[in-house]
């Protein structure tokens, strides 16, 4: 038996499958929407080979019962000579076709790299390409021909109660559900509870240079309801980056008042529910129902608060403001999209329709301008509190969704819905009259048509693979790449079945790591955002320009 595997383990790869898996690696090189590093390009080109592989397979299975019908002396001239010299002209042709590709595809990635301000990566380190690639294929087959060996010997003792093609079947089901239930749930589950306690072992550090607020308006200060040490790595962040009266006052030309932080972490409160009516206790002993501008915040998954959209309407409104958000979740966004996305969901309405409650029982007069606002899965979270762009309009003063994933569903709703002839890259949804979408924020000025308040923003980037992943990709083309592309995405990128899912999945891994203004960078652009949606008395755009200036230079540390 041990001799049978080791020569299943080393059977030469099916004609089929050589073709696809060739063609597959080829069009892994193929550019998408952000540029790759050799590494990360490596392991995209392994992945898609290896499933070029097994699409080829599938094919070539189907086609057998009907190749075996061909006449005897037609199948036997295919074995003994056929055969062999196919797959020559297919190992020829594929390492011809791969070296033409891999030459096209490094020139694509430095003109992607051109195309967002950066300098691209020598050409040569995209030689390892190939190894990379060849090593995650062989690895990826040994691993699918070790369970068809377990399947087909588990066929054969199956073989001897049933009939041979129910124990085949009933063998292969039985591998692979054992397959899936050990790596999606022992191993997931094994790796996702490690996961956790790392995370929240974070959870429970502090920034360099953080520490706790001695000011009444910020929670985790003496007399919070919150205590500082409840509220984690981001929430502990937040309340002590939040800008003074003194620095307030230095743009704004006149006084201004300390501005309130409230936020309540995983460990302020048992449940959802229970932190958001802390929150909301909080708002009320800091005096927040008396400020202009009230925003609610959803947090992304680890609880961080974008720094720059929370001081763009400090610095507005001379810190006349109340902000308010909760953290859900102990772990990064991507795994809290895959894990925690009903957290996400039931935080962001849960805060907001409590808050909403409250601030709603004031009289008419004298009510903050109740805002929203969500960046990635925060945007997600935020919201699933609406019903539609009606219910944003009836129940908020404005809204601000950043770089939102495709499965938030009143974005998909949204842009699904467009006005005709609007792209999906940058929708256009009865004609801008409460909800306008911006790749840019000089987007917001089309269309040409009365934007009368509230006003809610979208903004996201063409070039961001967090707004453009979905399964769906894998076998359906989207709209934006039907469209005529945006403005910093490669206008040959074209959309392959299994191959551009992929892509764009590789592409999440530096969605961060892009230039501002690209990926899902979103620096300096949600203060122009604000200041569109909800600009205090005599707000222009020359203090937009200065706001933008002050922040981005302190987000970057620069004294200048």
């Not at 399947?151 to 093609?165: K, Y």
């Amino acid at each position: 038996m041990g001799e049978r595997q080791r020569l299943r383990l080393n059977a030469p790869l099916g004609t089929a499958g050589m073709v696809l898996a060739a063609a597959f690696f080829s069009l892994s090189l193929t550019p998408s929407l952000l540029p790759r590093p050799w590494t990360l390009q490596g392991i995209i080109a392994g992945v898609l080979t290896a499933t070029g592989y097994l699409v080829g397979v599938l094919a070539g299975a189907l086609v057998r019962p009907a190749a075996a019908r061909l006449p005897a002396k037609w199948r036997a001239a295919w074995k003994r000579k056929g055969r062999r010299r196919v797959r020559r002209l297919v190992a020829t042709f594929g390492c011809g076709l791969g070296a033409a590709s891999l030459v096209l595809g490094v020139r694509a990635q430095r003109d992607i790299y051109a195309l967002m301000g950066m300098n691209p990566p020598e050409r040569l380190n995209y030689l390892g390409v190939p190894l990379i690639a060849a090593a995650l294929f062989l690895a990826l087959l040994a691993a699918a021909r070790t369970l068809r060996i377990a399947a087909r010997a588990l066929g054969r003792l199956l073989g001897r109660w049933f009939p041979a093609t129910a124990a085949q079947f009933a063998a292969g089901l039985g591998v692979g559900v054992l397959a899936v239930f050990l790596t999606d749930g022992i191993l997931t589950e094994a790796l996702l509870k490690g996961a956790d306690h790392s995370f929240a072992a974070i959870n429970t550090e502090t920034s360099p240079g953080i520490t706790p607020p001695t000011a009444a308006t910020l929670s985790g200060s003496p007399s919070s309801l919150a205590s500082w040490a409840s509220l984690g790595l981001e929430g502990r962040a937040f309340v002590a980056h939040a800008p003074t009266a003194g620095e307030l006052s230095g743009f704004a030309g006149r006084p201004a008042v300390s501005p309130i932080r409230v936020y309540a972490g995983l460990d302020s409160a048992a449940t959802t529910r229970q932190r958001a009516a802390l929150a909301v206790r909080e708002l009320e002993r800091t005096g927040a129902f008396g400020r202009k501008v009230l925003c609610v915040i959803t947090t992304t998954g680890t609880g961080w608060v974008d720094p720059q959209a929370a001081a763009a309407l400090e610095f507005m409104y001379g810190g006349d403001t109340a902000l308010v958000s909760m953290q859900y979740s102990y772990l990064p966004s991507w795994l809290s999209f895959l894990v925690d996305r009903e957290r996400a969901r039931a935080a962001g309405r849960e805060l907001f329709d409590q808050v909403y409650a409250r601030w709603s029982a004031l009289p008419a007069g004298h009510r903050p301008k109740l805002l929203v606002f969500g960046e990635s899965l925060g945007a997600f979270g935020a919201e699933s509190a609406f019903g539609g762009d009606r219910d944003l309009r009836e129940r908020t003063d404005g809204a601000l969704f950043v770089g939102p994933p495709d499965s938030s569903a009143l974005w998909r709703r949204l842009v699904d819905g467009r006005d005709p002839g609007s792209r999906e890259a940058l929708p256009v949804y009865r004609n801008g009259e409460t909800v306008r979408f911006a790749n840019r924020p000089s987007d917001l000025d089309a269309p040409d048509s009365p934007w009368n308040a509230p006003r809610v923003v979208y903004l996201q980037h063409p070039s961001d693979p967090i707004v453009w992943w979905a399964p769906r990709l894998v076998l359906s083309r989207p709209d934006w790449l039907e469209e005529r592309r945006g403005d910093d995405v490669l206008p040959w990128i074209r959309w392959y079945p299994f191959v551009t899912f992929w892509q764009i999945t590789a592409d999440l891994v530096f969605s961060l790591d892009a230039p501002p203004g690209h990926g899902h960078d979103y620096d300096g652009e949600v203060i122009a955002a604000w200041a569109r949606i909800a600009p205090p008395d005599g707000w222009d755009d020359a203090r937009t320009a200065a706001l933008t200036t002050l922040l981005v230079k302190h987000a970057s540390g620069s004294d200048e």
